[in-house]
């Protein structure tokens, strides 16, 4: 089993930015490629971004690229998302999940094998 903790969401105006991470125990997480995903209300949940094992290779939403970055360090089983220049159809609870095949970037959720519990981003116009 692996357990992820997201956190970092908050409310913030148009144009700002938010850190979210997400903290992963159970497993050896260095082995799984991660992911974001979010769920505006009234919506599907959708894929934000992805990551490979190593951190080497990343997988971006056409929505956010160019806006959002994710990261990851192992060291500290925690995977990120840099949100920059935000914007109100940003509104959503946030969700990481990990993936442990070895395929890196996959967008379908079913793809996921483990998800956190999700964490609120509010953006104000």
């Known amino acids: 089993q692996v357990q992820l903790v997201e956190s970092g969401g908050g409310l913030v105006q148009a144009g700002g930015s938010l850190r979210l991470s997400c903290a992963a125990s159970?497993?050896?997480?260095?082995?799984?490629?991660m992911g974001w995903f979010r769920q505006a209300p009234g919506k599907e949940r959708e894929f934000v971004a992805a990551?490979?094992?190593?951190?080497?290779?990343?997988y971006y939403a056409d929505s956010v690229k160019g806006r959002f970055t994710i990261s990851r360090d192992n060291a500290k089983d925690t995977v990120y998302l840099l949100m920059n220049s935000l914007k109100p159809e940003d509104t959503a609870v946030y969700y990481c999940a990990a993936d442990v095949s070895v395929v890196a970037g996959r967008r379908a959720e079913g793809y996921y094998d483990y998800w956190g519990q999700g964490t609120q981003v509010t953006v104000s116009s």
């Open positions: 990551i490979s094992w190593s951190g080497a290779n990343t």
């Open positions: 159970g497993r050896t997480f260095s082995r799984y490629a």
